[in-house]
């Protein structure tokens, strides 16, 4: 079993930066694929990025695209999450997930709030 622990939530100010980070434990590899999603109060989770297992492609909703970086580091078992140029439409709670590939979505991290204040 994969485990994922989310980190790097907290308040950030309209136009600033958070990076988020999502360790994996317990049976790891690097071929997992890796995403993230975000589920704003009273709304569906929804799609933000991923990275394929070999990290040479990712892919971004529209509504984040050229602001986020989604990454992965091999060695630390962990995948990343660059968020830029933030505003009060990215508050929401952050999931990290894990799947065979993109789309597969099997494991779940708990969450990590991000609050973007206006």
């Known amino acids: 079993q994969v485990q994922l622990v989310e980190s790097g939530g907290g308040l950030a100010q309209a136009g600033g930066s958070l990076r988020l980070s999502c360790a994996a434990s317990?049976?790891?590899?690097?071929?997992?694929?890796m995403g993230w999603f975000r589920q704003a109060p009273g709304k569906e989770r929804e799609f933000v990025a991923a990275i394929n297992w070999r990290g040479g492609t990712t892919n971004y909703a529209d509504s984040v695209k050229g602001r986020f970086t989604i990454s992965r580091d091999y060695a630390k078992n962990t995948v990343y999450l660059q968020m830029n140029s933030l505003n009060s439409e990215d508050t929401a709670v952050y999931y990290c997930?894990?799947?065979?590939?993109?789309?597969?979505?099997?494991?779940w991290g708990q969450g990590t709030q991000v609050t973007v204040s206006s």
């Open positions: 317990g049976r790891t590899g690097s071929n997992y694929a």
């Open positions: 997930a894990a799947g065979t590939y993109v789309g597969s979505w099997s494991k």
